[in-house]
């Protein structure tokens, strides 16, 4: 039988999926809204092992920009009794890279509000915990699906950043996050070309657009995320 301490500390990937599944929850107000905007979540596993862990998510999307401060207060055992889990994973502080999002809520959530420790957040979606090679969790740069309908737009007054897989499939980062570095900041993605290691073929680039790049998807989108926990959609395939 797999450990809660072992689903814990195997759930980084898991939460990069949620990242994926629900960087925001509202139409942006105006162009720009969503761009470089804070927020963190909770994820609340429960089930059993293997094949029917699932992840609440928790979010402050929509809420507040997760304080510093009051993120600081939260702790994944004491949240984990309080909400009878069977572990939860702190997801955050991370950072939106859109300009402009569209994301319908999954049925049966959005409308639940709760606060940990002075912290406001509603209930966002529920994810399937993947399982790789008996482990929780997914390897960085391995695409895998999430469920869902969304409109994405990256704003061509910014920059884009993008991975692309050996068989020139373009992945393009949506969220940065603090998770592993604490110190990642808006300016320092452009150096992610020295910092990130991926697998033989993959490479790590940046570019300014010449307009807007709206990806939509109505059921699925392909994702990933990198070894520092950043994350990214499917672009186009090669």
Request: aromatic share 8%.
């Amino acid at each position: 039988m797999l450990s809660r301490h072992r689903i814990a500390g195997s759930l980084l990937a898991a939460a990069s999926l949620a990242a994926l599944v629900a960087p925001g929850v509202a139409t942006a107000a105006s162009p720009n809204a969503a761009y470089n905007a804070r927020y963190c979540e909770v994820l609340a596993v429960r089930g059993t092992f293997p094949n029917d862990l699932v992840a609440d998510i928790w979010g402050t999307q929509g809420v507040n920009d997760c304080p510093p401060a009051l993120w600081k207060k939260q702790n994944a055992a004491a949240l984990a009794t309080e909400l009878g889990a069977l572990v939860v994973r702190l997801n955050g502080p991370r950072f939106s890279l859109l300009s402009k999002l569209v994301l319908k809520v999954a049925p049966g959530f959005g409308g639940k509000y709760r606060t940990f420790n002075g912290l406001k957040m509603r209930t966002i979606a529920q994810i399937k915990v993947p399982v790789t090679n008996g482990v929780p969790g997914l390897t960085p740069y391995t695409p895998a699906v999430a469920s869902g309908s969304r409109v994405f737009t990256f704003g061509k007054e910014h920059k884009v950043y993008e991975l692309t897989a050996p068989d020139g499939s373009v992945y393009v980062m949506q969220t940065y996050s603090q998770h592993v570095d604490p110190k990642l900041s808006l300016s320092g993605l452009p150096g992610l070309r020295n910092r990130l290691k991926p697998p033989a073929g993959w490479t790590f680039s940046s570019r300014k657009l010449k307009r807007d790049l709206t990806l939509t998807t109505k059921t699925q989108v392909t994702v990933l995320s990198d070894e520092l926990d950043n994350t990214y959609q499917l672009e186009h395939r090669g």
